[in-house]
Every structure is written in structure tokens, then in C-alpha cells.
């Protein structure tokens, strides 16, 4: 039989004890694969600064950013394993899981930021956060980063410029289509390997809003931005099902209302951080960004339109066109 000495039950009763005066507090891991100054960085730490403010001895949360705990190949399975608690991953990177999140992904859908807003609160864009349920997914809310911009080092200003150079993709299945319809090369690689991929040329170009190439340097190794406004690079955050359901209800609310003000706040100043970076881009007089004429961005959205139809059956036609209605509000 087991037996414990006088000493180790006196230590173990006065843990036993202690445990039942201080219970731990709950530890959220909040894992992203960016730098802190860009808006999900910015927003994983303002989480956790109103989490532990507001849920003091109840909740921790400890953010580990750029790929530090898991890179965007391994982040999602490690969310499903519990591993870690919340993740941000670009809307490119949801295809295993629900198609119709895809749309976010199709060139040329949405004018602006304002209409990317519009679909998102809107019923379509709010039904997509709970569609992954049935695999552990949860989605709290979407974050902003902002519109890709091209890049590489020759000017790109008319689509045949992009012929036969090798592209730097996400995980899209969408996305390798849009360089395919421009006869360019598209490679996927996960986000901390692009610097090196552009700078020893496994890839000649990449395409990202304006924090993150200047967040990672992408810019150094870039001589030209066109700024294309061509898609969208967005966030979904989201948790693990059961552990979010398993939260006791007061904790899951403060966290969820904490959650709602966190997500206007990072939308809010979005667009300021890109703006911001770009003009250190401009500073840095490593590259030279390049403006299209309505002329010539049209001949890009002509040539990467046919796109839309190859997946409309994965996201629906109604979805496509709901996206198309938040343009004209
Ligand atoms: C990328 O891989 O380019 C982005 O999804 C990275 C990010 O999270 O912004």
C-alpha cells in the first residue's frame, strides 16, 4: 500500500489547503504568427491587459507572438489538441475547415474596408464564426489587418509584368488561383519563412498589407510595392469549442464583452498602423511603391475576376453576392 510519510502528508495537506483558498487562475495561451506593433499584435495584447485587469487572479493570458509557439501551419491543430486557447489566423487559412470562408480570399470582392466591415457585422459574415462548431471551432470575432499590396523587384503596373514570376502564397487554394490567372508561379510557404524565401529568391514577389511587410522587413528585399488593393487580409479569431463552452459562464461573458471592445479597437486603428508603415516603407527608401491608373487596375481585375466563378460553388453564389451588395451600401 501506498504510504505517505508525516512530513510529505503535512505538505500535501497544506497544498490541498492552499488550492482550496487560491484557485489557479485559468491560463489563456492567445499564439499569433506577427509582429506586436501590427494590429493583431496589438490586439492580442490589449486582450490581455483587459482580461487581467477586469478577471484578476481568474484569468492569465500569455501572448506569444511572432510564430514563437506555433507558426500558421501547426497553430490550428495545436488549438484543436488544446493546446492553445486562442489564434488569429488569416481568413486564407481556413479552407480545411469551412469553404465557404474562402470568399474572403477572391480578388477584387470588396471596394474598401468599410464594405469588408459592412459583410462582416452582416448576417452572412456573422453566420461564418459559428460555422466551424461542428469541429471545435468557435469564431469570437474578426479582426482587421487591412488590403494587400503587391510586391517584388521589377515594377509590376500591367498583369503580364507578373508572368513567370514565383509568388509567395498563404495556404489558399484561392489565392494560387489568383497568381495562376496572371500566369505567375505561386508557392506556399508559411508567413516566418517569406523574408528568406524573397531574399535568397525561392520566390521573386509576395502580396500583404503594409504592417506586415514592414514588420518583417519584406521591404528590404523588395525594390517595388505596387499598391494594388487587390484582396483582403483579415483575421478570424478563434478558440476551442469546448474550451470556451467549458468556462465558468461569468468568466466566458467578461471575456466575450472584452473581446467585442477589443475587436472595434484593433478595427478602429487598422488602417492608422498600415498607413504608418507604409510611410516608414517610404522612409527607409528601400523601395519605391507604385500607384495604379483606373485603367490599369481594371486590367488586373479583369484578369483575376475568372477566379470568382472556379469556387463559387464551395462558397455559394448568395454569399458572393451579399459581399457584392456591402460595395453599394
Ligand atoms: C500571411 O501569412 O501572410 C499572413 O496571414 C500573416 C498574418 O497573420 O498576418
Do not use: C
Request: hydrophobic share 40%.
Amino acid at each position: 500500500m501506498f504510504k505517505l510519510s508525516a512530513k510529505a502528508m503535512i505538505v500535501a495537506m497544506s497544498f490541498g489547503i492552499a488550492g482550496l483558498a487560491h484557485a489557479d487562475p485559468i491560463t489563456i495561451k492567445f499564439s499569433h504568427v506577427v509582429a506586436e506593433h501590427t494590429p493583431k499584435g496589438q490586439g492580442a495584447l490589449l486582450f490581455k491587459q483587459l482580461a487581467e485587469e477586469r478577471l484578476a487572479g481568474k484569468v492569465k493570458v500569455e501572448v506569444y507572438p511572432n510564430s514563437s509557439l506555433f507558426g500558421d501551419g501547426k497553430e490550428m491543430e495545436a488549438l484543436m489538441l488544446g493546446d492553445v486557447q486562442i489564434i488569429a489566423p488569416s481568413l486564407a487559412k481556413f479552407e480545411h475547415y469551412s469553404k465557404p470562408i474562402q470568399i474572403f480570399d477572391l480578388p477584387f470582392l470588396f471596394d474598401d474596408m468599410a464594405a469588408v466591415d459592412r459583410f462582416q457585422k452582416g448576417p452572412v459574415g456573422q453566420a461564418l464564426l459559428t460555422s466551424m462548431e461542428d469541429k471545435g471551432i468557435t469564431g469570437l470575432g474578426y479582426w482587421h489587418n487591412g488590403l494587400k499590396q503587391l510586391s517584388a523587384n521589377k515594377e509590376l503596373l500591367d498583369p503580364k509584368d507578373a508572368r513567370g514570376l514565383k509568388f509567395r502564397v498563404q495556404a489558399s487554394a484561392v489565392l494560387d488561383e489568383q497568381f495562376k490567372a496572371v500566369r505567375a508561379v505561386p508557392r506556399k510557404m508559411s508567413f516566418s519563412e517569406v523574408y528568406q524565401g524573397l531574399q535568397t529568391g525561392v520566390v521573386n514577389g509576395a502580396e500583404n498589407p503594409y504592417s506586415n511587410i514592414y514588420s518583417q522587413k519584406m521591404h528590404e528585399v523588395q525594390k517595388y510595392i505596387t499598391e494594388s488593393n487587390h484582396g483582403l487580409l483579415d483575421y478570424m479569431v478563434i478558440t476551442n469549442t469546448k474550451f470556451w463552452n467549458g468556462l465558468p459562464d461569468d468568466i466566458r461573458t467578461t471575456l466575450s464583452e472584452i473581446m467585442k471592445e477589443v475587436t472595434e479597437e484593433v478595427n478602429k486603428k487598422a488602417a492608422a498602423l498600415n498607413e504608418r508603415d507604409k510611410q516608414s516603407i517610404l522612409d527607409a527608401g528601400t523601395t519605391k511603391i507604385l500607384y495604379l491608373t483606373p485603367e490599369q487596375r481594371e486590367k488586373w481585375r479583369e484578369a483575376m475576376r475568372p477566379v470568382w466563378k472556379k469556387f463559387e460553388g464551395d462558397i455559394g453564389a448568395d454569399r458572393i453576392k451579399a459581399a457584392e451588395e456591402a460595395n453599394k451600401q
